[in-house]
C-alpha cells in the first residue's frame, strides 16, 4: 500500500490552543488509527494566529478523499477547521 503525506492550510474558527486540543483528543485519534492515519505536525501560523497548517501521512489520497467529500464537511468543522479555502 502505498503512503502518502498531506499537508493541509486552513483557516480556524476558534483558537489554535482549542483546534490542537480536539485533533489530539483520544476519540480523533482512534478514528485516525482506524483509518490508518498519523499526524505528525500541528504547527500555528505566526503571522495570523487563526491559520493552521497541519501534515499527516496516511494510504494514498485518503485524506484528500475526505476533505474532498461532502458528506465529511461537518466532521471536520467539528474540530474549528474552516474548509473553505483550505489548501491541499
Same mark, same amino acid.
Given at each position: =500500500?502505498?503512503? @502518502?503525506?498531506? +499537508?493541509?492550510? $486552513?483557516?480556524?474558527?476558534?483558537?489554535? &490552543? !482549542?483546534?490542537?486540543?480536539?485533533?489530539?483528543?483520544?476519540?480523533?485519534?482512534? =478514528?485516525?488509527? @482506524?483509518?490508518? +492515519?498519523?499526524? $505528525?505536525?500541528?504547527?500555528?501560523?505566526? &503571522? !495570523?494566529?487563526?491559520?493552521?497548517?497541519?501534515?499527516?501521512?496516511?494510504?494514498?489520497?485518503?485524506?484528500?478523499?475526505?476533505?474532498?467529500?461532502?458528506?465529511?464537511?461537518?466532521?471536520? &468543522?467539528?474540530?474549528?477547521?474552516?474548509?473553505?479555502?483550505?489548501?491541499?
Amino acid at each position: =500500500m502505498a503512503i @502518502e503525506t498531506t +499537508v493541509l492550510d $486552513f483557516q480556524l474558527s476558534n483558537t489554535f &490552543e !482549542e483546534y490542537e486540543a480536539h485533533m489530539n483528543a483520544p476519540e480523533q485519534q482512534a =478514528m485516525f488509527k @482506524e483509518m490508518g +492515519v498519523k499526524t $505528525f505536525y500541528i504547527g500555528k501560523s505566526i &503571522e !495570523e494566529p487563526t491559520r493552521a497548517t497541519v501534515m499527516f501521512q496516511g494510504p494514498k489520497n485518503v485524506l484528500y478523499d475526505i476533505f474532498m467529500d461532502p458528506q465529511t464537511k461537518s466532521v471536520v &468543522e467539528a474540530s474549528g477547521h474552516i474548509y473553505e479555502g483550505t489548501k491541499i
